[in-house]
């Protein structure tokens, strides 16, 4: 976790298709909540048309802290592709 801190400011943004995970309590707020998946980077091309840059990261993010736990861009992709 410690590797991704200085990295960058993230700037996470919700991924289309409003895929999240089961409720859950955040271990860093101690909330309940649903953790969201999130990409940050660029490489969204034209609307409905996927691009997936190597720059681009996913993570599920905490709706309320900045906590957030990487993902892999498969997985990521396999989501997206789940929910619509
Ligand atoms: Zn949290």
């Not at 943004?13 to 895929?19: C, H, I, L, Q, S």
């Not at 409905?48 to 840059?53: A, H, L, Q, V």
């Not at 736990?69 to 990521?76: D, G, I, N, R, Y």
């Given at each position: 976790m410690s590797v991704y801190v200085d990295r960058q400011n993230w700037d996470w943004?919700?991924?289309?298709?409003?895929?999240k995970r089961k409720?859950?309590?955040?271990?860093?707020?101690?909330?309940?909540v649903q953790y969201f998946l999130a990409y940050d980077?660029?490489?969204?091309g034209f609307p409905?048309?996927?691009?997936?840059?190597m720059k681009q990261?996913?993570?599920?993010?905490?709706p309320i802290c900045p906590n957030f736990?990487?993902?892999?861009?498969?997985?990521?992709k396999l989501l997206l592709q789940r929910s619509t």
């Open positions: 943004k919700a991924a289309p298709g409003n895929v409720p859950q309590a955040c271990p860093r707020c101690n909330n309940q980077g660029d490489g969204w409905g048309i996927w691009t997936f840059k990261h996913y993570a599920f993010k905490c736990e990487p993902l892999a861009k498969e997985e990521a």
